[in-house]
């Protein structure tokens, strides 16, 4: 079993930023190796892959945030981090973190972002 737990979200500009953390814990979990991914879901869309990180560091982003938006891990602290710069109002959703471990498929509760004037 792996919790997860989003935190940062918030209201902000567009243009402005905002960095999310993710943090994700259990027994027999291995953070350093795990991969975390980023998803989010605007109102009346479908859940959409945005950005994933995976030991050494190595990164994938959605095209649609790839410039703007970068994930990081701190393994010291089982933390992973999205820090998203440049935010417009489509980045307007419920971002959420995942983890994929042993077979099963984890998500934290989610942390609504919203970009708006």
């Known amino acids: 079993q792996v919790q997860v737990v989003e935190s940062g979200g918030g209201l902000v500009q567009p243009g402005g930023s905002l960095r999310l953390s993710c943090a994700a814990s259990?027994?027999?979990?291995?953070?350093?190796?795990?991969?975390m991914g980023w998803y989010r879901q605007a109102p009346g869309k479908q859940r959409e892959f945005v950005a994933a990180?995976?030991?050494?560091?190595?990164?994938n982003y959605a095209d649609s945030v790839k410039g703007r938006f970068t994930a990081s891990k701190d393994n010291a602290k089982n933390t992973v981090y999205l820090q998203m710069n440049s935010l417009k109002p489509e980045d307007t959703a419920v971002y959420y973190c995942?983890?994929?471990?042993?077979?099963?498929?984890?998500w934290g509760q989610g942390t609504q972002v919203t970009v708006s004037s």
């Open positions: 259990g027994s027999l979990f291995f953070f350093n190796i795990a991969v």
């Open positions: 990180i995976a030991n050494l560091d190595s990164t």
């Open positions: 995942n983890t994929k471990w042993q077979g099963g498929d984890y």
